[in-house]
Every structure is written in C-alpha cells, then in structure tokens.
C-alpha cells in the first residue's frame, strides 16, 4: 500500500519535518542535515491538496473524538473501544480509528485479529465489528503481529493522512480516534489534518496517581496550546472494585507460605452471613491522597467525566475482545460506570437519540 505522494513527507526526513509545503521546509531548524533541505527550500509553496480529500471524507462524519493519555498503561484503548461499542449499541454509526502506530491493540481489543484491509473503488474499507461499527488500524496491515513497526515520524504522519483520505467510512455519527501516549509528531499531525473539518475535542484517560497526573497536565496543555477542546478526564482503574464472591481468601503463615481457603469463607459466609454474599470490595491500588483526577480536572479547569474502577471483569473482556455491556459476563462493576461517562459525555455534545432518527 502506498504511503506517499507528491505532497507527502519524505521518508528519509529528519524527524519533526515541517513537510514540504511549509513555508519553513528546508529552512527550519529541524531541516538542518535533511537529505531534502535543498529541493524543500526551492519548491513551490502552496496549500496541500491531501487536506481537501481529508475534508471530502471526513464531511460525512458527525462528531470526531480524539482519546488520549499522557503516559501508555492506563487503559486508553481499552475506553476507546468500550466507547465505541457502547455508542454502535445506541444504534449511532461508528468508527474506531488506531493511530497508535507502534503499539496497536484496538485489532486485539474488537476481536479482529487477522483480519485484513481491503480495498474497494471507493477507497480503503474499515474492517467491521457489527454493521454499524467500523474499525481501521495499522495493525490489519502488519503480516505478522509481534513485528514491531519501526518508522520515523514522517512515515508515520504518512500513513495517518492516509487513513483520513483513503478510509471509505461512510455515514458516521461518531469516528473515535484512539492516539498513542504522549504529544508526539502524531498527536500534531491528527490535529492539524482534522482541524478544517471540526474536532468536538479530547478525552484524556489517566490513573488516580500523581504520576500519571503529571504527564495529564502536559497533556491538557497540548491541547490548550493546539486549540482542542477537552471534553473531559476520565480516571480509569480508580480502586480494584469486584464481587465478593470473585475474589480469592489466602491465609499466610510466618515462613510466607500462602494457603487457599476461599471455600471455607465462602461457606462461613454462606451459613452465618449470607448477606454479604451480595457485597463489592473494594481497595485503592494507586495512591489518591493528592485528590486524584476530579481534583486536577478543578484546578485546571476542564470537565470532570467521571472514574471507571479497575475491574477483572472489564479486563477479561477486553482481552477477548468484547463489549463490557454485553449480557454475557457482564461487567457488574464497571459498566455501570462506563455508561454515565458516555451519557454524561453524550449530554455535553447535546447529542440525543433524536440526532440518529430514533425515538
């Protein structure tokens, strides 16, 4: 498949290429040393003719999200397909776009591995879920999934202006676009090749801990910066919430040796409080002492989502690939929590069933 054009990003460019059609190419500070600087400074400038098929695709999509985090492992794919499934269950059109270049696991998380891209007179066709749920990754494109894609930035801004143009989507009320960690060259790229088409904004996912709040704020910057309106903060894996009757009971002797003795609390409990049965644990894993998110968010002054506890639940589903909010092993814990983000969500855009033509 080709990655380029006659307006495209070299290959061989320095990293942070301002891109041919800059009027800075082969002049900046990034261009010193580039194989290109010479041909990019005497070239013709002009608008790039790559952002109106952008805008032709992209003219039939409703609303663009974009999920985000500031550091990788704290569940953004995982709640870019969970939204995404939850929103093809109201019956909106989707589609889930990865551009996590070099670590793309929305195949995986959708129950899609091994599937290929085809290709129609239309363009590049999403591999579909359900038929109102449309997915595309660069991950479909790999011929073996544990080959690691080593690609410079430029390749990669390549290949993401190529999903935006060459992607046939169709009518789509909603195209979730799940970003890698960080701001990165893709992160500029997704912005800048969207922006003439209207983004509603970002939903940055983070951990209750200062940690992965430091990196939130930079994040919430970038935005400020690139003028992307964040939608909200979701506080993913806040608290390991499950069932009692989930979880394991050890005792542990003085020499660390651990023993099983789940059945016998469970009878315990059974016969002498079988109210408890019914019960939620719940514990904190990561330190919120500082406030966590919620507090964050009233400092900086962005829209507080809400916070999806860290379910063995959820994660099961995500691993096999399906929705939390089926009826099958349904996700007792964390799907509840998940649904008023996305209603909350759905409530700030003003996007009502109504919108979609159902009553």
């Known amino acids: 498949m080709n990655n380029g054009g006659s307006n495209e990003v070299p290959e061989d460019a320095n990293e942070h290429c301002p891109g041919p059609q800059s009027e800075s190419a082969g002049k900046s500070d990034t261009c010193a040393g580039c194989p290109n600087q010479e041909v990019c400074a005497t070239a013709p400038k002009g608008p790039d003719p790559d952002l109106v098929a952008i805008a032709e695709r992209m003219a039939t999509v409703k609303h663009k999200i974009l999920v985000l985090s500031g550091k990788g492992g704290v569940g953004k794919s995982t709640f870019s397909a969970q939204l995404s499934y939850a929103l093809a269950a109201k019956d909106f059109q989707v589609g889930l776009l990865d551009i996590d270049i070099c670590g793309p696991s929305i195949p995986k998380m959708l129950g899609l591995e091994g599937q290929e891209i085809h290709q129609s007179n239309l363009g590049w066709s ?64 997704i912005v800048q090749f969207l922006q003439a088409t209207g983004i509603d904004g970002a939903i940055i996912v983070t951990t209750p801990q200062q940690v992965s709040l430091i990196d ?56 002498k409080a079988p109210e408890m049965l019914n019960l939620v644990a719940f514990t904190e894993v990561f330190d919120s002492s500082g406030g966590g998110a919620e507090k964050m968010c009233r400092d900086m002054q962005v829209p507080f989502l809400g916070k999806v506890p860290m379910d063995p639940q959820l994660c099961r589903a995500a691993e096999e690939g399906r929705s939390c909010f089926s009826d099958k092993d349904k996700c007792r814990v964390s799907a509840p929590a998940l649904k008023k983000i996305i209603d909350k969500l759905l409530q700030q855009l003003d996007v009502t069933m109504m919108e979609n033509g159902i009553n």
């Open 126 to 189: 999403p591999v579909y879920v359900e038929s109102n749920l449309g997915v595309m990754s660069i991950g479909f494109m790999l011929p073996d999934p544990d080959e690691a894609v080593i690609w410079r930035g430029p390749r990669k801004n390549g290949i993401i202006k190529q999903f935006l143009k060459d992607v046939y989507w169709g009518e789509l009320d909603f195209l979730i676009v799940d970003a890698p960690p960080g701001t990165s060259d893709e992160h500029i790229s």
């Open 216 to 271: 939130v704020r930079k994040e919430v910057s970038f935005c400020k910066k690139v003028g992307l309106d964040v939608l909200g903060v979701v506080e993913n894996m806040s608290g390991l919430c499950q069932p009692l009757t989930d979880m394991k009971f050890l005792s542990t002797t003085e020499t660390g040796e651990q023993r099983d003795i789940t059945a016998w609390v469970m009878a315990s409990l059974k016969e």
